[in-house]
Structures are given as C-alpha cells and as structure tokens.
C-alpha cells in the first residue's frame, strides 16, 4: 500500500512539472487594439510600428503582439476584444481614444492598458496608462518644493478635462493659494484674466500715481513720472506662480493674456502640464521661461531617432506610450513567473521604461515624471 502511494505521489508531481514546462513555453500574447483605418489610421499604425520595434528590443520568442483593427468605433472595439479573447489573450494594448472603452466592461476577464490619460468612470477592467492629470500634478508639486514656490494660482479651463484636474488637486494635495475655471473663449477670457490680476486697479494705481507726482513738489518728479509712464501698472499681485492646465494655442492665449495684464513669466513662474516638447512654445520667446512635466526627452530623442532610422518618418507621439507598455508587459508576467492572472497589476511594482518610471499598484498606473523649462530657445531639465 504503501509503494503504491508513493508511485501516486510521483506521477502527480511528474504531471505537475509538465504542466509548469508547458506553461513557460506558451507563447505570451498581447492583443494590441488600435485604428488601422479610417481617419486616425495613422495614428494606429505608428502604434503597432513602435510595438514591433519593442517585441525586437526584448528579443524573447514568448511574447507575440496580436494586432486588431478597432477603426475608432466602440462596437468593433468590442468585437474584436473579443475575438482576442477566444484566442488566449488576457491583455490588451489599447484602445488609443476615451469614447471607445464604452462596452469594454462587459469583457471582465481581460485587461486593457488604455493609451488614454483620462481616469474618471472607465469600466473596472480598464487601466489607463496615458500621462494622467495625477502624475503631472504631483511633479508640479515637487517642483514648488525644489523652487520654494508657495502662492500658486491654479487656471482650469472650463471643459472636460476639469474633473480631471479637480480630482488630481485633491488626491495630491498640492499647495495652492487659489483655483480658477476661466472660459476657452479668448474674448471672454481677457476680461476674467484681468479681474484675477486686479489688472484695473493696479492700472489706476499708476494714473493716481502720476496724477499725484505731477500735484507735488518733490524735486525729481520728472524723472519718477518718466519711470512710471514706461510702466503698464503699479502695485503688486498677490500669486508668485501661475499653473496653466492647457495645451497648444488655448495656451497661449492665457499667457498673452497674462502679459496683457502686465503679469509675465519674468515676473512671476510659468507652470503648465505636460507639452511633449512642443517645438512652438520655443519661438514663443514672451511667454518663457515656462515649466512644465514630461517624459524623459533624452530617451523620447534616441525613440524618434530609431523608428526614423526603420521607418523613415516620424512617431506619433502615443507610440511612445505603446512602446514601454509592451515592456511593461514583459517585466510583469516575467516578474510572475510567465503566469498571466488577474493579480499582475494589482501588486505593487516599479518599472523603468523609456519614458521614465511606471508606478503599478490595485490596478492603477501612474508616472513619475521629469521636469523641463522652456527657455531662451531651447528645453533645459530641471529634475
């Protein structure tokens, strides 16, 4: 009886070495869903590109990149997440736009890796892994901490992106004097910059000024009211830094407005969100120095520079997400002994990509960022 147990023992334990043996050569499959049609083709096929060149930088025969074709709609989202499904995938690259995880909940046995930012109401089985309001909010708060920066006036544009913001305010608990919803329309906003600055007081405060210069008898009065007259207002403002939660030309037009209230960036800190070094914030000298979070520019340079090498054009941006994702995959299911379960993104883990430091944790992705300044012509790192 005994010998008989021990030769059961030793089959199970035979079985159980095969299924693990099994296990590591099973091919590691990720879907990848992006629009390979229609009008954001390009966009889709820049990803998939960047993906590739990734599974060749791993250099590893079990991972396999299953592309699909989502056409940017959230039904044939769904369907071919699907049909993914039906072929062993449990994670899945994608989808790149918001509107397209509509249906995605329905799927809880998969995970998707969102190429979105946006964080607020996506189906639980959706992880956005784009560069959220959180990961930039906080290293705009570390970024006080390194300037000594204590009176910041937070300007929210009024549109969807606020929640986001909002929300990012309150889970980082950055340090801030004020907070301002201003209107994306430029005729609206001059006037609503002008009343935050206290523009027309201090622009009264140098009439009465020189009014009351040109009343007295002070000897150098007519020195003092040349001075003054060069000046656009007197009187100081109560903010050192300003915190511009926009991009591309609603950007500047909250700077020029700025300016046109005689608060500029030599006067008090430019801070804005992450700008992926946009080329036209450099000829835009009124606005610099200008802060801002990003990704690391160093690593983005030798990206761009490699997939022009293969590819002879250049990456969209979002490819470089997609790029680091794709190893972050690798490095979780590695770190999990190639077992694929829903516990890989919930455990808590660092990963050092090529855009910098992914934090993973309960099914969230945040980044930590580096820091840039914009300014006489050129990107400078800060941190």
């Known amino acids: 009886m005994k010998k008989i147990i021990q030769f059961i023992i030793f089959i199970l334990i035979g079985l159980m070495l095969n299924i693990n043996q099994l296990s590591a050569n099973e091919k590691i499959k990720i879907g990848l869903i992006v629009p390979l049609s229609g009008e954001y083709k390009s966009i889709g096929i820049s990803i998939l590109k960047a993906t590739r060149l990734a599974i060749n930088k791993i250099d590893d025969n079990k991972i396999e990149i299953i592309p699909r074709d989502t056409k940017s709609d959230p039904e044939t989202t769904l369907k071919v997440s699907k049909e993914l499904q039906e072929m062993g995938v449990k994670i899945i690259i994608g989808p790149v736009f918001n509107k397209n995880l509509v249906y995605l909940g329905e799927l809880n046995e998969l995970t998707f890796l969102s190429l979105s930012n946006t964080n607020t109401n996506n189906p639980k089985n959706v992880i956005s892994a784009g560069i959220n309001a959180i990961s930039q909010i906080r290293a705009i708060k570390k970024f006080q901490e390194y300037k000594n920066i204590e009176r910041s006036i937070l300007l929210i544009p009024n549109s969807k992106f606020r929640t986001e913001i909002e929300d990012a305010v309150v889970k980082t608990k950055i340090k801030l004097k004020d907070k301002f919803i201003y209107d994306t329309d430029p005729t609206i906003l001059t006037s609503q910059i002008e009343k935050l600055t206290r523009y027309p007081q201090r622009k009264q405060n140098l009439k009465d000024e020189i009014k009351r210069l040109e009343n007295s008898d002070d000897t150098n009065k007519e020195k003092k009211i040349s001075r003054l007259k060069k000046r656009d207002t007197l009187g100081g403002i109560n903010f050192d830094s300003v915190i511009i939660a926009d991009f591309d030309e609603s950007l500047k037009s909250v700077t020029t407005s700025l300016l046109y209230t005689d608060v500029s960036s030599k006067r008090v800190n430019y801070i804005t969100l992450n700008q992926w ?107």
Request: glycine fraction near 2%.
């Open 277 to 383: 070094f946009d080329e036209s914030i450099l000829k835009e000298k009124n606005l610099q120095p200008i802060y801002f979070p990003s990704i690391n520019k160093e690593n983005y340079n030798i990206f761009v520079s490699e997939y022009f090498k293969i590819h002879e054009e250049y990456p969209n941006q979002v490819s470089f997400l997609s790029f680091d994702l794709v190893g972050l995959v690798y490095f979780l299911v590695y770190k999990n002994d190639f077992i694929v379960d829903d516990k890989i993104f919930y455990k808590k883990n660092k990963f050092k990509g090529k855009m910098g430091v992914f934090e993973i944790s309960r099914n969230n992705i945040s980044h930590i960022l580096n820091f840039y300044v914009a300014e006489n012509n050129k990107f400078k790192k800060i941190f």
